[in-house]
């Protein structure tokens, strides 16, 4: 099993939900990582759990929450969030967290499209 | 701070052509690059991640240099089809520690049957 599993795909929510986002892989990889995407434009990381504990928070706002229950899982909690964070949310996986300049595969899963009214 | 630039940013060939898609990076202190397709509104799907002591790597109709002295990197796609049309996305390591990639803006490719 060489997949990362995103659910849901898509998600429309407004600015007083709370919703979370699902993520998970069968690889045995030990670094997990939240990417956001706008149309467009690249992937900008959002956070990196290695061994499920979180080693980067890239200055994300506090209205994103993650977590890491166990070492095939990731989830994003969501709450209060604005028109501005609707984007494409990837999860990716690797078999170990980067070593230095040397960059593991990254596996992404296929994303969760997010629309905030 | 490493940045990676990719030319052409939009690229649209006809059916059966090879072509090239150019990466470049800033920070040339790294030990290998990767390559990826992304298809609109989905995840993006590794292809090649090439060693910096490799020079060259292959995987179907794909093959991929890496050339640290000059900071550069191609990605040669042979006998274009149609399902190769995709966005490719080279990515760098950002810096020499933390698991920080830097991507490119990517080139959009279009392949005409």
């Known amino acids: 099993d060489t997949e990362v599993t995103q659910t849901p795909k898509h998600l429309v929510m407004g600015m007083t939900n709370k919703k979370s986002l699902k993520c998970e892989q069968h690889m045995g990889h030990r670094a997990m990582y939240w990417y956001k995407q706008k149309a467009k434009k690249p992937p900008e990381l959002m956070f990196v759990?290695?061994?499920?504990?979180?080693?980067i928070n890239e200055s994300v706002p506090s209205r994103f929450s993650p977590e890491c229950p166990n070492s095939s899982l990731l989830n994003l909690h969501l709450h209060a969030l604005q028109p501005e964070d609707s984007a494409l949310y990837l999860c990716?996986?690797?078999?170990?967290?980067?070593?230095?300049?040397?960059?593991?595969?990254?596996?992404f899963g296929s994303g969760t499209q997010l629309s905030v009214l | 701070k490493q940045e990676v630039t990719q030319i052409p940013a939009a690229l649209s060939v006809p059916e059966g052509e090879n072509l090239v898609l150019n990466c470049s990076f800033t920070?040339?202190?790294?030990?290998?690059l990767q390559w990826f397709r992304q298809d609109p509104g989905k995840g993006l799907t590794s292809l090649l991640l090439?060693?910096?002591?490799?020079r060259e790597q292959t995987s179907g109709r794909l093959n991929a240099s890496l050339d640290k002295s000059s900071g550069r990197s191609t990605l040669y796609i042979a006998a274009s089809q149609p399902g190769d049309s995709a966005t490719y996305l080279c990515a760098a390591p950002a810096e020499t520690s933390g698991s920080r990639l830097t991507f490119g803006e990517g080139t959009q490719l279009t392949v005409n049957p």
């Open positions: 090439i060693q910096s002591s490799q």
């Open positions: 920070d040339s202190a790294i030990y290998n």
């Open positions: 990716a996986s690797s078999q170990d967290k980067f070593q230095g300049a040397r960059i593991e595969k990254l596996f």
């Open positions: 759990y290695s061994y499920e504990k979180l080693s």
